[in-house]
T-cell receptor
Framework: DADVTQTPRNRITKTGKRIMLECSQT?????MYWYRQDPGLGLRLIYY???????NKGEISDGYSVSRQAQAKFSLSLESAIPNQTALYFC???????????FGEGSRLTVL | GEDVEQSLFLSVREGDSSVINCTYT??????LYWYKQEPGAGLQLLTY?????DMKQDQRLTVLLNKKDKHLSLRIADTQTGDSAIYFC???????????FGTGTRLKVLA
């Protein structure tokens, strides 16, 4: 089983719908991150969390919200999806020591 | 704000060396990383370098860091078709625990 699991892997939705992307990890890491990937733009940070009580905005948090339900779970919500939120979304956890990020396999979201 | 830049594409012939370059703006970045993304997959760490190092070698991979110019490079020796992927440079800021990624360089290896 993957150490960082994202669900759903693929989702097609319509403009205005509420969408939740979920991330769970078995690595026991405190720090978790949500990124979106767009062609030619790389990965951009949406939100990150140091623990269940510590949530921080990234560079592109507008239109998104997050919830850290437990150390192992970090969810990303789009309250009212719009087409320019069509992207590949990645969750990651941060290991200690070298600070390696461990990524999930991604959630591909299409907003029509 | 912090920024990390990479060229978008690189094409090499199998067996040649590949050099992927990256520049970053935040001089307080403590760790710099190279990640590899294969089609349909998440990113996986290839290698990293601490900011007080100039070079790091790991089998076919050589990382060079020029801290004065804020320039990082990844050299892949004897490039194989299995090396075809997108390579991301990332800078870690120890004050905020943020990772800033570059745009990614798509490496295409020609047989």
């Amino acid at each position: 089983d993957a150490d960082v699991t994202q669900t759903p892997r693929n989702r097609i939705t319509k403009t205005g719908k509420r969408i939740m992307l979920e991330c769970s990890q078995t690595k026991g890491h405190d720090r978790m991150y949500w990124y979106r990937q767009d062609p030619g733009l790389g990965l951009r940070l949406i939100y990150y969390s140091f623990d269940v009580k510590d949530i921080n905005k990234g560079e592109i948090s507008d239109g998104y919200s997050v919830s850290r339900q437990a150390q192992a779970k970090f969810s990303l919500s789009l309250e009212s999806a719009i087409p320019n939120q069509t992207a590949l979304y990645f969750c990651a956890t941060r290991g200690e020591g070298t600070g390696e990020l461990f990524f999930g396999e991604g959630s591909r979201l299409t907003v029509l | 704000g912090e920024d990390v830049e990479q060229s978008l594409f690189l094409s090499v012939r199998e067996g040649d060396s590949s050099v992927i370059n990256c520049t970053y703006t935040d001089s307080s970045s403590t760790y710099l990383y190279w990640y590899k993304q294969e089609p349909g997959a998440g990113l996986q760490l290839l290698t990293y370098i601490f900011s007080n190092m100039d070079m790091k070698q790991d089998q076919r991979l050589t990382v060079l860091l020029n801290k004065k110019d804020k320039h990082l490079s990844l050299r892949i020796a004897d490039t194989q078709t299995g090396d075809s992927a997108i390579y991301f440079c990332a800078a870690f800021h120890s004050g905020t625990y943020k990772y800033i990624f570059g745009t990614g360089t798509r490496l295409k290896v020609l047989a």
